[in-house]
């Protein structure tokens, strides 16, 4: 089970931190990813990171230099800081698990319900 939370209302140029909290698995073998979907979009993907070794990172370039993932094994939980917010990051954001170094929606078997961040213009 994944749990996601962490979302709201900012500015632009704001920032805010989701969390997702992994339980009744062992997540150790999977990597996990962040992916957002905004009204009328697709889901698309945002960021992702390995649990084991050296936690290989991995953006959206539309994201790159501004958000950054990271996780705390201890806590099963994985976060994504969220610096200089857009408008356009304004979407519903979903934490899933799956295969290390997926970027696609089909890599990833489990997933997590959304939260939803708005950006204000």
């Known amino acids: 089970q994944l749990q996601a939370s962490g979302g709201g209302l900012v500015q632009a140029g704001g920032s805010l931190r989701l969390s997702c909290a992994a339980s009744?698995?062992?997540?150790?073998?999977?990597?996990m990813g962040w992916f957002r979907q905004a009204p009328g979009k697709e889901r698309e993907f945002v960021a992702a990171?390995?649990?084991?070794?050296?936690?290989?990172?991995s953006y959206a370039d539309s994201v790159k230099g501004r958000f950054t993932i990271s996780r705390d094994n201890a806590k099963n939980t994985v976060y994504l800081q969220m610096n200089s917010l857009k408008p356009e990051d304004t979407a519903v954001y979903y934490c899933?698990?799956?295969?290390?170094?997926?970027?696609?929606?089909?890599?990833?078997?489990?997933w997590g319900q959304g939260t939803q961040v708005t950006v204000s213009s």
């Open positions: 009744g698995r062992a997540v150790s073998d999977y990597a």
């Open positions: 990171i390995s649990w084991s070794g050296g936690g290989r990172l």
């Open positions: 899933a698990a799956g295969r290390p170094g997926g970027r696609r929606i089909v890599d990833y078997a489990y």
